[in-house]
Every structure is written in C-alpha cells, then in structure tokens.
C-alpha cells in the first residue's frame, strides 16, 4: 500500500479504480477519507485527486494494463486503508472492495480482516491481526512464545505473560551501553514507559518490542500517531509482506478503534500516551506526518524487522545509524500540531 510499486506514472489510471470502487459501491467518501486521498496520493504520487473528475474504469482493463501482482496489490491494500478510516465500516464499499480484489488476482489477509470488522467481529478480527502481522509470524519461530500463546492466548503475541529473568536482564543490560549508543537511547524509552521491560510479565514481548528500536532510531514517538508513523516507516522499508498488514491494522486501533490494543483494554497494559486513542488521523498535518515517515522508510537501505540483530550494534552511536539509514541528524523531526 506504500507505494514501493505503484509510481507517479500509474497516479492516474491508480485514481481512475478508486473512484471506480466507490462509484460501484455507492458510498460517498467521507471526510477523513478524502483527506487522506489527497495526502497520501498528493504527496507520494503527487496526484491531485478530484473524484468527480475522475474517468471510470473496470478491474479487467485494470489488470491488462497492470501485468505485475505488486501495483495490483498496492491499490488493494490502499482501498483497505480508506475503509478502515471509518467506524462503522461500509459494508457496501467492503463488497465492493472485495470485488476488485477478487477480480485484480489478490487474495490478502486484510480484505478477510476488514470483512471481520465490517460483521463487528472486533475480537476475532483482532486476534486474527496480531497472528498475520509481521509479529505474529515471528512468534511462530519462538518456541517458548508459542506455548505461552498455547496458554494464555493470542495477547503473548504483544506481552510478556511468564517471567524470562534472563531475557529481562538482556534488556536491562542495555543501560550499560555506551552514552549517545542506540541501546542507551532504547534502555531510556523503555524505562519512561513504566510499564517493565521484556521478560517482565506485563512488558511488550520482546518480539513486539523490536519495534521499539525502530522508534529510537527514526525518532518517531510512542504515541496514537507514533505508531501509525512507525508502522508505515516499517512497512515502507521492509520486505514483509506482513508488515503491511501490521500498519493497516495499526490506522484502525489509533484512529477509528476497530482493532482493540489489547483485548482485555480493562488491564492497563499500553505505554503512556496509548490510552483513548482514536482519531490520530484526524488532521491533514497528521497524515502528512505519516506521509512524511513513508518517503523515509522508502531510502531506509535495510530492511528493520528482518535484517539486523539490534544488540548486536546496541553499542553503535545512535546518529551513526542514522545515518546510514538515510535519517537526518536527530531523526524525524517531532509533530507538532
């Protein structure tokens, strides 16, 4: 959905199956949709968007001209993200979505998770999210996850649910890192959160946590709109296919709350600063700034949940990996509204 195939060539034939969708669907674009039409697709294909102006087309000539499965994938999963902009979703324009993608060749987990969400299966669609993203595929490798999840559900995806002292301690250690060192500046996120390290019961699992080193890096925050950020950061630079899955998911917790952060969101269990998330999208300065860590994940010349072993370089200084991935000194600069 990032748009590492689908190129500013193809903007307007790409314009031209989106009006379609909708025109086949019947639903009018809402307001948050709109915008994120004209910043998403303004800015990385710098296309100006007029619905009302735009041609008409059928996904068979689509996919004519459109051989390659990558940009018929990309469109799919950028009509994904316009639908789950909105709670309730339209179960009209999610038929009409379903349809495209059927006719386009795509089979993708998200067109069966927006379906959940369209049904108001939020839990299950929930717990299917957190087994497809690039997460839940990870923990697939970790036997000892892979029997917490056995016992304790889907959540031992996210959290720690049985104490690993040594697993903590790896992550503790980290405080003995060098000043200015990307480990130093990751011990000192995680220690502001207040919420315990990986390893601890109640702490992110260190296989979600992964993600946190992307946070220190690229200097994007732990908040509704960090997240959203970071998750198109990952997904832009990574080969994942389920890394797309992850930040699709991640616009439907932070902004119309259709996924759930935890499925038990009695226990507070989420960082500071995640709790009454929606919305985080509501602003066309907001999805500028999403906008804005997709085009740097894009130069990123690695690929961050896959390629690295972060304490292996925990040593490094922090701006030195800055800048090889392509990062301006200080990382991305902070939102401010």
């Not at 296309?47 to 940009?71: A, K, M």
């Not at 917490?148 to 104490?163: F, K, N, R």
């Not at 922090?318 to 392509?326: K, N, P, Q, T, V």
């Amino acid at each position: 959905m990032l748009f590492r195939y689908i190129k500013k060539d193809d903007a307007s034939l790409a314009a031209s199956a989106i009006a379609s969708v909708f025109g086949e669907s019947g639903a009018s674009l809402t307001r948050i949709q709109a915008t994120w039409l004209d910043v998403i697709v303004g800015k990385l294909l710098d296309f100006d968007f007029d619905l009302d102006r735009i041609s008409r087309i059928v996904p068979t000539e689509l996919r004519f001209q459109w051989h390659d499965v990558g940009r018929r994938q990309e469109l799919v999963e950028f009509l994904v993200s316009l639908e789950l902009l909105s709670n309730p979703i339209s179960e009209c324009l999610s038929r009409s979505v379903e349809h495209w993608a059927l006719a386009l060749d795509i089979d993708h987990d998200a067109i069966d998770l927006v379906r959940e969400l369209a049904r108001h299966h939020h839990r299950r669609a929930t717990r299917a999210w957190y087994r497809l993203s690039w997460f839940g595929r990870k923990a697939k490798q970790n036997e000892a996850q892979m029997r917490q999840i056995a016992d304790h559900g889907v959540m031992a995806i996210a959290l720690t649910m049985e104490p690993d002292p040594s697993e903590a301690l790896r992550w503790r250690n980290l405080n003995h890192c060098p000043d200015r060192s990307i480990g130093q500046a990751l011990y000192q996120l995680l220690e502001s959160q207040d919420i315990g390290f990986p390893g601890e019961v109640g702490a992110t699992h260190s296989t979600l946590a992964l993600h946190d080193w992307i946070h220190v890096i690229t200097n994007l925050p732990v908040s509704p709109l960090g997240e959203i950020a970071t998750a198109a950061y990952i997904a832009a630079s990574s080969q994942t296919p389920e890394a797309t899955l992850a930040f699709l998911g991640t616009i439907s917790i932070f902004e119309a709350s259709l996924l759930q952060y935890h499925l038990d969101q009695s226990v507070d269990q989420s960082p500071a600063g995640l709790i009454g998330y929606s919305g985080a999208l509501s602003t066309p300065e907001a999805m500028q700034y999403v906008a804005t860590a997709i085009q740097s994940g894009h130069r990123c010349p690695v690929d961050p949940i896959r390629d690295l072993d972060y304490f292996s370089i925990a040593h490094l200084p922090l701006e030195e990996i800055r800048r090889s991935w392509g990062l301006p000194a200080g990382g991305l600069p902070l939102f401010v509204p």
